[in-house]
Every structure is written in structure tokens, then in C-alpha cells.
């Protein structure tokens, strides 16, 4: 997963929700920090998911 956030001030409170919606073990992360996103938007996450059937 790749993280975007506008404010890097942010990512404590980004980390805290991250560990919530994915526990131990979560996803690889890379967290990027970026002068603006679409819409105004304060964080965009990324991800690419394989389900194994």
C-alpha cells in the first residue's frame, strides 16, 4: 500500500486508523508525503490486493 498525505503532521493519527482497519500482520506500507490531492482531499491510499481462492 502507498499512503499520500498532504500534511505529514497527520501521520500519527493516519497510523492509528491504519493499525486499527488492518492488524497485525498489516500490509506493507510506504507513506509519501505530497503538496495537494484531487478534490481537496487530505489522504489518498493505494493499494493492490491478490485473493487467493
Not at 499512503?3 to 497510523?15: C, I, K, Q
Request: aromatic share 8%; charged share 15%.
Amino acid at each position: 500500500m502507498t499512503v499520500y498525505l498532504v500534511d505529514l503532521g497527520e501521520f500519527a493519527t493516519m497510523n492509528a486508523v491504519y493499525a486499527e482497519a488492518f492488524p497485525a500482520p498489516a500490509p506493507a506500507r510506504a507513506t509519501v508525503g505530497v503538496a495537494a490531492l484531487p478534490k481537496g482531499a487530505r489522504v489518498e491510499i493505494s493499494a493492490i490486493a491478490v485473493h487467493a481462492p
